[in-house]
């Protein structure tokens, strides 16, 4: 059990010692506090960087525009081919557990769905929406405006 050093110092005060003495005890579970602190934060592993993946459903093999996904994480030094593959192993783990036993995943909808982050994290996804969203495709280009426009939409 930790007590914070407004405690200690109450119970300090309240005590018969002298106020010298209390102050210097004070000041030494500070500097002693701030020392455990600093560790601390030494010791902490700093934040993996992560990409986006976009991962989409194309269940013909043929990229068409009526085409959904989900936005998926993955570290950021991993190539995104494995996306795929850590969304089935989390989704193996998920069908042994007790609720997907229960519950189990077939298809990667389902796994963005109801498999937890408990066993998505554990490789390395990061599911950011369980719900599909609509892909839009484009030619990447935009295109020249016309010279019947407005001057302030001209480059």
Same mark, same amino acid.
């Given at each position: 059990?930790?007590?914070?050093?407004?405690?200690?110092?109450?119970?300090?005060?309240?005590?018969?010692?002298?106020?010298?003495?209390?102050?210097?005890?004070?000041?030494?579970? %500070?500097?002693?506090?701030?020392? &455990?602190? $600093? *560790?601390?934060? +030494?010791?902490?592993?700093?934040?993996? @960087?992560? /990409?986006?993946?976009?991962?989409?459903?194309?269940?013909?093999?043929?990229?068409?525009?009526?085409?959904?996904?989900?936005?998926?994480?993955?570290?950021?030094?991993?190539?995104?081919?494995?996306?795929?593959?850590?969304?089935?192993?989390?989704?193996?783990?998920?069908?042994?557990?007790?609720?997907?036993? %229960?519950?189990?995943?077939?298809? &990667?909808? $389902? *796994?963005?769905? +109801?498999?937890?982050?408990?066993?998505? @994290?554990? /490789?390395?996804?990061?599911?950011?929406?369980?719900?599909?969203?609509?892909?839009?495709?484009?030619?990447?280009?935009?295109?020249?405006?016309?010279?019947?426009?407005?001057?302030?939409?001209?480059?």
């Amino acid at each position: 059990m930790k007590a914070d050093i407004e405690t200690v110092q109450e119970v300090l005060e309240s005590s018969e010692l002298e106020p010298e003495l209390a102050q210097q005890l004070i000041q030494q579970i %500070k500097w002693d506090q701030a020392k &455990v602190d $600093e *560790a601390a934060k +030494a010791e902490r592993v700093p934040a993996q @960087k992560k /990409q986006f993946v976009l991962l989409v459903s194309d269940p013909n093999g043929t990229i068409k525009n009526d085409l959904v996904g989900w936005a998926v994480q993955i570290p950021e030094d991993e190539s995104a081919s494995t996306t795929t593959d850590r969304l089935i192993r989390a989704a193996y783990e998920f069908n042994i557990s007790k609720k997907g036993r %229960k519950y189990p995943v077939k298809t &990667v909808g $389902e *796994a963005c769905e +109801a498999v937890g982050a408990r066993f998505t @994290k554990e /490789q390395d996804i990061w599911i950011k929406n369980k719900v599909p969203v609509q892909v839009v495709v484009t030619d990447n280009k935009i295109p020249e405006i016309p010279a019947d426009f407005p001057t302030e939409y001209r480059i």
